[in-house]
């Protein structure tokens, strides 16, 4: 059992994210707390055009980078499928 410093609820480990810094070995904010607060930050940050623009870049760079065009790249049957429904 651990308190959360957020919501100050007592609740057990597996509701607390690990963290292998901490003295228990998991984070101090439960896991309800911890998206929450990651949920905030990510609308107030959503308001910031140059943090959108940024974020989008990143996910193009990563897309490339990680080459997902050959991953989704269609095979030639189902390619030739989208073909004839399109006829």
């Known amino acids: 059992m651990k308190n ?4 100050k609820a007592i ?3 597996d509701e607390f994210y690990k963290h292998k810094k901490m003295t228990d070995g998991h984070l101090n904010k439960c896991k309800e707390c ?3 607060q990651s949920k905030e930050r990510e609308n107030k940050l959503r308001l910031n055009p140059d ?3 940024k974020e ?5 760079e990563k897309y490339h980078r990680l080459n997902y065009r050959e991953k989704h790249k269609p095979s030639p049957e189902s390619k030739k499928k989208a073909v004839d429904r399109y006829r």
């Open 4 to 7: 959360c410093i957020i919501c």
């Open 34 to 36: 911890t998206k929450s």
């Open 56 to 60: 989008k870049e990143r996910a193009r």
């Open 51 to 53: 943090w959108v623009e």
């Open 11 to 13: 609740k057990p480990l």
